[in-house]
């Protein structure tokens, strides 16, 4: 089974594969409502769902397993509307308005107008916030998509869960150990090992508008290459390159990395298990990439 098949039951995701600039902003915000309207026969019964369903807070409140392929739509939809927003800037104010004003027009009734003109300003205030890229293994950004479950995940700069683009989803594995209750976190943009931390908070406090309060914020953690070697064990700094494995020695490498990881990783952050999560985010973007079966 292919790892996409295997992993991506659930999320059915818009995806925009043009180039990444303020126009392609408003035109995932307009394939969000085209497929939001396409769930129902007319706009009376969307702005009704709409109206009733804005309460979800958690993802935990959403049914996810064993349902049909409308029940799921909805629950993205509903999912899609429960997320961060930020306010579009000022200078894409006017080429805002001129997609609301496209959306509006395909209906004449007021109002209806009135609603799909509030949505899709609140819809393009979700897409700017929640857009992941998607990279091909070569680490080329080669599109962009909103992924409403996952952008449930809160930030850390020291994340326990790594993602990888597969095909054109979004796969996340966690990438140390975590107790029981702790809760898993992702990295939005640059994280501890090569950002400072004060450059990391400035860049969240723009694009994301939070002021980040991770563990390697609070601490302060210092860069991978400030970081002392333990000599915890001996890791060649140059291992094989990805092109001249197999899979075979890739997945024996990502399991062997994963046991020294679970035994190493106390004294978080320590230079050894700090590569080997560098390291097998890319071996799992290689095997996930080329391998048919990705089970172990
Ligand atoms: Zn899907
Ligand atoms: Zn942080």
Same mark, same amino acid.
């Given at each position: 089974?292919?790892?996409?098949?295997?992993?991506?039951q659930f999320e059915?995701?818009?995806?925009?594969?043009?180039?990444?600039?303020?126009?392609?902003?408003?035109?995932?915000?307009?394939?969000?409502?085209?497929?939001?309207?396409?769930?129902?026969?007319?706009?009376?019964?969307?702005?009704?769902?709409?109206?009733?369903?804005?309460?979800?807070?958690?993802i935990?409140?959403m049914s996810l397993t064993n349902i049909?392929?409308?029940?799921k739509?909805?629950n993205?939809?509903?999912?899609?509307?429960?997320?961060?927003?930020?306010?579009? $800037?000022?200078?894409?104010?006017?080429?805002?308005? #001129?997609?609301?004003?496209?959306?509006?027009?395909? %209906?004449?009734?007021?109002? =209806?107008?009135?609603?799909?003109?509030?949505?899709?300003?609140?819809?393009?205030?979700?897409?700017?916030?929640?857009?992941?890229?998607?990279?091909?293994?070569?680490?080329?950004?080669?599109?962009?998509?909103?992924?409403?479950l996952?952008?449930?995940?809160? =930030?850390?700069?020291?994340?326990?869960?790594?993602?990888? %683009?597969?095909?054109?989803?979004?796969?996340?594995?966690?990438?140390?150990?975590?107790?029981?209750?702790?809760?898993?976190?992702?990295?939005?943009?640059?994280?501890?090992?090569?950002?400072?931390?004060?450059?990391?908070?400035?860049?969240?406090?723009?694009?994301?508008?939070?002021?980040?309060?991770?563990?390697?914020?609070?601490?302060?953690? $210092?860069?991978?290459?400030?970081?002392?070697?333990?000599?915890?064990?001996?890791?060649? $700094?140059?291992?094989?390159?990805?092109?001249?494995? %197999?899979?075979?020695?890739?997945?024996?490498?990502?399991?062997?990395?994963?046991?020294?990881?679970?035994?190493?990783?106390?004294?978080? $952050?320590?230079?050894?298990?700090?590569?080997?999560?560098?390291?097998? #985010?890319?071996?799992?973007?290689?095997?996930?990439?080329?391998?048919?079966?990705?089970?172990?």
């Amino acid at each position: 089974m292919k790892i996409s098949q295997r992993f991506h039951q659930f999320e059915c995701q818009v995806i925009e594969i043009n180039e990444h600039d303020d126009n392609s902003i408003f035109e995932m915000t307009h394939r969000v409502v085209q497929e939001a309207l396409g769930i129902f026969s007319n706009i009376e019964k969307f702005q009704k769902f709409i109206e009733q369903n804005s309460q979800l807070k958690t993802i935990f409140e959403m049914s996810l397993t064993n349902i049909d392929d409308k029940k799921k739509e909805k629950n993205l939809l509903i999912a899609t509307n429960a997320l961060q927003r930020n306010k579009i $800037p000022a200078e894409m104010k006017s080429l805002m308005d #001129q997609h609301v004003e496209l959306m509006r027009s395909i %209906t004449k009734n007021v109002k =209806h107008r009135e609603f799909l003109d509030e949505f899709m300003r609140k819809e393009m205030e979700i897409v700017i916030t929640n857009t992941f890229g998607l990279t091909s293994p070569n680490g080329n950004e080669f599109g962009a998509g909103i992924f409403p479950l996952s952008s449930f995940f809160n =930030h850390s700069c020291s994340p326990n869960v790594m993602r990888i %683009t597969v095909e054109n989803k979004l796969v996340f594995i966690v990438s140390r150990p975590i107790e029981e209750n702790e809760q898993l976190f992702v990295c939005y943009r640059n994280d501890f090992m090569e950002t400072s931390t004060e450059s990391r908070k400035a860049e969240l406090r723009t694009k994301y508008n939070f002021d980040c309060v991770c563990e390697a914020c609070i601490e302060n953690f $210092p860069l991978l290459i400030d970081i002392k070697s333990t000599s915890l064990n001996k890791i060649s $700094p140059e291992k094989t390159s990805t092109q001249q494995f %197999t899979e075979q020695i890739a997945k024996a490498e990502f399991k062997t990395n994963c046991e020294f990881i679970n035994k190493n990783s106390k004294n978080f $952050p320590n230079y050894e298990v700090c590569n080997l999560i560098k390291r097998n #985010q890319s071996l799992l973007e290689y095997l996930a990439n080329i391998s048919s079966s990705f089970s172990w």
